[in-house]
Nanobody
Framework: QVQLVESGGGLVQAGDSLRLSCAAS????????VAWFRQSPGKEREFVTG??????YYADSVKGRFSIVRDRTVGAIYLQMNSLRSEDTAVYYC??????????????????WGQGTQVTVSS
């Protein structure tokens, strides 16, 4: 079992930056791929970014603005979000699992989820 806890969300203005953290406890994250997803009211949970092996993947909507970092020494992952927009407003979740490359953007490929952290971007 892996427990994931996100932190770092908040209310920011458009154009600001924010860094989310996801701390893992229980079993090691080392053998899992990790990802960030987000969900806005009335919408399905969507893929933001993920790391599988040595490759990093981004949703087109965040490419060039967001970056994911994995720190194996402390068992944490981070989401650096720059140039935030109102459409980035959502609850952000970190996840761990063993997706194959074709399913890395699929929620069903992940076994463990955090409780989410709210990010609100005012325009």
């Amino acid at each position: 079992q892996v427990q994931l806890v996100e932190s770092g969300g908040g209310l920011v203005q458009a154009g600001d930056s924010l860094r989310l953290s996801c701390a893992a406890s229980g079993n090691s994250l080392d053998s899992y791929s990790v990802a960030w997803f987000r969900q806005s009211p009335g919408k399905e949970r969507e893929f933001v970014t993920g790391i599988k092996g040595g490759s990093t993947y981004y949703a087109d909507s965040v490419k060039g603005r967001f970056s994911i970092v994995r720190d194996r020494t402390v068992g944490a992952i981070y989401l650096q979000m720059n140039s935030l927009r109102s459409e980035d407003t959502a609850v952000y979740y970190c996840a761990a699992g063993r997706p194959i490359t074709s399913t890395i953007r699929t929620t069903g490929a992940y076994y463990y989820w955090g409780q989410g952290t709210q990010v609100t971007v005012s325009s």
